[in-house]
Each structure stands twice: as structure tokens, then as C-alpha cells.
């Protein structure tokens, strides 16, 4: 099942990651708070099938809404050293308008070259987990996390050329359990590296009538100049496959956002 790749993820690296460093894993620190963004790039489909006049009519198209600066928020609170709080914040807000240069199909209904497709999309996350670490030594820290993830989604796609139209949306909110993993280990003095792969089913709450889930995985290098601050660089990847049912139609997003992070560090 999907669920089971973060403990598969954490399983692996801790074998490779076991060998001593010279410093304590999480630099000692009670809390700490990454400042930062994200360059995100998206690649998406939207679907979508409908009834009408007793025709099955489907659709779908692939669309890139191009790369995004959005804020990332994620911290640590430490409260002994096999317990932790972590919880991280994300937000993407984004449209684009295209001039379709092939005809879109759906049925017997055409959207021909020369129209246009306006695709928008926002989509907000934000988590807090609790992680026990199951391996902790002064240089490597494994955990195994849960918590609770509320998501926002919101999805649009309107496309037309003369009296064709094709207009699609969908907005839902809610939380869901979350089940993950997280390996922290410190190559240097002044330097630490963090891996993290989450997963939440959007079945498990209350999201409505959506399916469907949210995977995410993300790595961060920091490099520390004094013991309360410092810089990370990394990259962030999520993926989103949701459709919600309404009484005769279903419409869909999968949806990825993925690319390079940076940021300040600020510990205490």
C-alpha cells in the first residue's frame, strides 16, 4: 500500500546512515523555525466526465502553469530527545491562460485551435506531526511520524472558441490523518542533512465527496554560521491525485509541485 513507503524509506536510510559523526544530530536545539520558498514547478491534468442529454461526455488535458516563488514554513519543536512536534506550512496560488494550438476533444464536443484554455489552481497544506525516534545517537536520528494534515484545494478549467464551452470547478477543504517518516543526520560541525516522505489518503477525513491522496518527500542541507542561525537549500516534492463526484459529473486534478528550496534557519 502506499502508506507504507515512509517506514520503508526510513528502514533503508538508516542502515546507510549509522556510521558516527563528529556531532549531535538536531545541533541540541528545543526549536527550530525554517523561513522560506519554494520555485515550484507544476505539471497537471485536469478531467473531467459529465451526462449530458444521456451522452457520457469525457475530457482531460495536460497543462504546465510554469514555476511559481511560494512560501515554506516548517519548524521543530524538540521536547526530549527520542520526542518531537514538527509542523510545516505551504501555499501555491496560481492561473494561466493558453491559446490552444491543436483542437480539444471530448466526445462530440470540440474546443478547436485558436480558442483558448484558462487553467487555475491553489493549493494549501499545512501539517503538525508528532515523531518518535526509533534510532537516536549523537549523529543519526530516525522517527517515525504521525499527525494530522489539513488541505485546501481548489481547481479550475474553462475553455471555449465560439459557442464551444467547457467549464469545470471544484473547492475543498478538510483534514486527514498523516502517517510518515524522517531520517536527520549531521556530516560536520555546522552542517545537517534532513529527509522526510509523508503520505495522507484523503478517504481517512473529512474532505467531502474528494478521493484520492497526498504524497510528499523533501530533503534539506543546512549549514549553520552560529548555533542559533543559518541557511538550508534543498528540494520539495508533493503530488496530488483528487477528483470529486457530483451527481452526474466527476472532475478531477493530478497534480505535482516539485522543485528547489531555500531559506533561513533560526534555532533556540
Do not use: C
Not at 21 to 49: C, I, K, V
Not at 135 to 161: H, T, Y
Amino acid at each position: 500500500m502506499k502508506y507504507v513507503a515512509p517506514l520503508t524509506l526510513a528502514g533503508a536510510l538508516a542502515s546507510v546512515l549509522a556510521a558516527p559523526f563528529a556531532h549531535a544530530a538536531d545541533n541540541d536545539d528545543r526549536f527550530t523555525l525554517r523561513l522560506g520558498a519554494m520555485d515550484a514547478d507544476t505539471p497537471s491534468e485536469f478531467y473531467a466526465s459529465t451526462v449530458f442529454q444521456g451522452e457520457d461526455l469525457q475530457f482531460s488535458q495536460d497543462f504546465d502553469l510554469g514555476s511559481e516563488v511560494v512560501p515554506r514554513v516548517d519548524g521543530v519543536f524538540r521536547f526530549s530527545d527520542r520526542n518531537r512536534l514538527i509542523f510545516d506550512y505551504f501555499k501555491y496560488d496560481k492561473d494561466r491562460e493558453v491559446t490552444l494550438g491543436e483542437d480539444l476533444s471530448y466526445d462530440d464536443v470540440t474546443i478547436p485551435a485558436g480558442g483558448f484554455a484558462r487553467a487555475e489552481a491553489n493549493f494549501e497544506l499545512a501539517s503538525l506531526l508528532y515523531d518518535f525516534s526509533i534510532m537516536q545517537s549523537d549523529a543519526v536520528s530516525v522517527g517515525l511520524q504521525i499527525g494530522a494534515q489539513w488541505a485546501k484545494l481548489e481547481g479550475g478549467l474553462r475553455a471555449e472558441a465560439g459557442e464551444n464551452v467547457y467549464d469545470g470547478r471544484a473547492s475543498e477543504d478538510g483534514f486527514a490523518p498523516v502517517v510518515g517518516a524522517r531520517v536527520t543526520f549531521t556530516p560536520g560541525e555546522k552542517w545537517l542533512v534532513n529527509l522526510q516522505a509523508q503520505y495522507m489518503d484523503a478517504g481517512w477525513g473529512d474532505f467531502g465527496d474528494y478521493d484520492g491522496d497526498i504524497s510528499r518527500a523533501n530533503a534539506v542541507v543546512e549549514y549553520r554560521f552560529t548555533r542559533n542561525f543559518g541557511l538550508f537549500a534543498g528540494y520539495d516534492w508533493f503530488k496530488l491525485d483528487v477528483s470529486t463526484a457530483g451527481s452526474d459529473s466527476v472532475l478531477g486534478l493530478d497534480q505535482r509541485f516539485k522543485g528547489p528550496v531555500a531559506g533561513v534557519t533560526l534555532a533556540f
